[in-house]
């Protein structure tokens, strides 16, 4: 009986050690092309995501032909009234932006704005995803 239970213990073990997938890959960001597009990125999104002045640190989550997948964190301008700041992530178009819906719509709108291994990240909150 032992023996059949070290037989049955080693089949779910290796079932499941093969249905788990590694981490989703991200840029390098030491990368020249990784370092450009997130500067261009964290450039455009503060008048897009903000609405006005402020700063955006970014980190590039990958491409896919002439699409951008980035996280941004966003800071208004300080001024008059109260600080303003997000944390989302966003898709990028050559200098169009899609962001998530908010609430119900927000797990939806991640798996039509990103590829599925990347929106199944995003929607984990993997906090390697964030800048």
């Known amino acids: 009986m032992n023996r059949r239970h070290a037989v049955w213990l080693g089949l779910a073990i290796g079932l499941l050690a093969g249905c ?6 991200l840029p390098d960001r030491n990368a020249a092309d990784v370092q450009a597009e997130e ?3 964290a ?3 503060p008048g897009t995501l903000l609405s ?5 640190d970014v980190r590039l989550l990958g491409r896919e032909g002439p699409s951008s997948f980035a996280w941004a964190h ?3 301008a300080p001024g008059p009234g109260v600080p303003f700041g997000m944390s989302i992530p966003v898709r990028v178009d050559g200098e169009r932006v899609t962001q998530p819906g908010d ?3 927000y797990s939806a709108s991640v798996r039509r704005m990103f590829p599925e291994r990347l929106a199944d990240a ?3 909150d993997d906090r ?3 800048p």
């Open 43 to 45: 450039t455009l999104l």
């Open 103 to 105: 609430g119900s719509d």
């Open 128 to 130: 390697r995803l964030r």
């Open 20 to 25: 788990s997938e590694p981490p989703y890959p």
């Open 39 to 41: 500067e261009r990125l």
């Open 52 to 56: 006005g002045p402020g700063t955006c």
């Open 74 to 76: 966003c800071e208004a």
């Open 122 to 124: 995003v929607l984990e």
